[in-house]
């Protein structure tokens, strides 16, 4: 089963909602948000080629970003927990076909 990236980039960018640089080097300060976006990020180099990866990344920074900003306040650091695990099962299941490890 062939998965398209621009499929990959809209799942992720609808998943991640309201959710805001580099993934690796910077972190948003909870767990399960840190975990899910280097898991996600080290599928999408190591199974997408690097020509297609362009837009799924901007997406995976873009929900990085996003999340680190709601992380700086209390409120926002509270919900990422359970929005950081729901977002990761859903993604999960739409990148199965890449056998991604999880």
């Known amino acids: 089963m062939r998965i398209s990236t621009l499929a990959l980039a809209s799942a992720f960018a609808a998943l991640a909602g309201s959710a805001l640089p580099a993934l690796a080097q910077d972190v948003v300060g909870v767990a399960s948000c840190d975990s899910f976006l280097k898991t996600y990020s ?3 180099t190591e199974k997408i080629p690097a020509n297609q ?3 799924v990344t901007t997406a995976i ?3 990085q ?3 680190k900003a709601a992380a700086a306040t209390p409120e926002g650091k509270a919900k990422l927990d359970t929005t950081c695990k729901e977002t990761a099962e859903k993604l999960k299941k739409e ?3 890449l056998n ?3």
């Open 42 to 44: 080290a599928c999408i």
């Open 53 to 55: 990866r362009s837009s």
């Open 61 to 63: 920074e873009q929900t």
């Open 65 to 67: 970003a996003n999340w």
């Open 95 to 97: 990148v199965a076909a």
């Open 100 to 102: 991604c490890a999880w």
